[in-house]
């Protein structure tokens, strides 16, 4: 890893902990950013949105901040959109790519516009006829909050008298409920570093699960869930996975780091995308540090790189008025 000066970095916030459903994971992550910063000399501060006014955002100085935020109002776009009108420099996506990727629904239609294969799905709302659904989808099928992460709000229907409750409860979180396809086969998700043409994927990382359930305990909390990495398979279907999930961060206009979850159907080791996270966890149980780690790359040098790539995404507009 090349050398920096840390005082080039300047004086750098720490963006945790929010008001999001997952602000328990992102106190985590932010904690664990913090310490790493902080072990290179960094001048980390840490600031949670939810205890602090965006005042003291702007009064703490900061030269560039890393949001570890997950989740509504850090990870959807409006944080973003606030540090644009600020002029300081973030970590992760901009305005637009951030919201696009925060809406499940929205991301699987920019896929499909570029031809990357998703599973089917389709859009819920109150009154929407359950029973077709299923019998369009096929049994079973996953019902979930287009807006959550963390599998918060997600259900699994094996039949079709479990719709209406595994409706209910992901409508507790949107007005609009995703309805996906099933896809049985081994669960993969792959951390995207860069931008643009420089974006680059690190090692596949297979994620096996208690009974296939990976659940927001077994994300979080266990030590019962299994993590190969990199994944245990062919030299060209890994460059496939790969380029499939560049190709999607690319789509969506990705940049500085982002994970991508992906499902291999065992039948015929077809890959579908399920969903991107431009504000992954960085936990001790977490998936891109450990993707870095196969790349030879330690949780703290990893956060460097990320910090290190904070900009502001809006060109200042340089034309002067007309008299």
């Not at 997952?22 to 949105?49: C, T």
């Not at 901009?94 to 990357?116: E, N, P, R, Y």
Request: glycine share 8%; charged share 20%; proline share 4%.
């Amino acid at each position: 890893m090349s050398e920096m000066k840390m005082e080039n970095l300047g004086k750098v916030g720490v963006l945790f902990g929010g008001r999001s459903a997952e602000r328990e994971v992102s106190i985590m992550s932010g904690n664990g950013v913090l310490s790493a910063l902080k072990s290179f000399g960094v001048d980390a501060h840490a600031f949670d949105p939810a205890q602090r006014s965006l005042a003291d955002l702007e009064s703490e100085k900061f030269d560039r901040v890393f949001i570890a935020l997950h989740g509504r109002y850090g990870e959807d776009g409006s944080l973003q959109g606030v540090l644009e009108q600020l002029a300081i420099p973030y970590t992760g996506s901009g305005v637009m790519a951030s919201s696009i990727a925060m809406d499940k629904i929205f991301t699987k239609k920019i896929w499909q516009s570029h031809q990357l294969t998703t599973p089917n799905y389709a859009v819920l709302t109150l009154g929407s006829d359950l029973d077709l659904v299923s019998a369009e989808l096929g049994l079973p099928l996953i019902i979930k909050p287009p807006h959550e992460g963390s599998t918060i709000g997600i259900t699994k229907v094996n039949v079709t008298a479990e719709m209406a409750a595994a409706y209910t409860l992901a409508a507790e979180f949107d007005d609009e409920v995703l309805a996906e396809e099933f896809i049985q086969g081994r669960e993969l998700t792959v951390a995207v570093l860069g931008k643009g043409a420089n974006a680059y994927a690190l090692p596949i990382i297979e994620i096996v699960a208690p009974e296939g359930n990976y659940d927001y305990q077994n994300k979080y909390f266990t030590d019962d869930t299994k993590y190969l990495c990199p994944a245990p398979m062919d030299a060209a279907l890994t460059a496939e996975i790969q380029a499939m999930c560049v190709e999607s961060y690319r789509a969506i206009n990705c940049e500085g780091w982002a994970r991508v979850d992906v499902l291999l159907r065992a039948s015929d080791n077809k890959p579908f995308l399920i969903e991107i996270n431009t504000s992954p966890g960085m936990t001790g149980h977490s998936l891109v540090p450990m993707a870095a780690r196969a790349a030879g790359m330690s949780y703290e040098e990893v956060c460097l790189t990320i910090l290190k790539t904070a900009s502001l995404k809006i060109k200042p507009d340089t034309k002067k008025e007309s008299s």
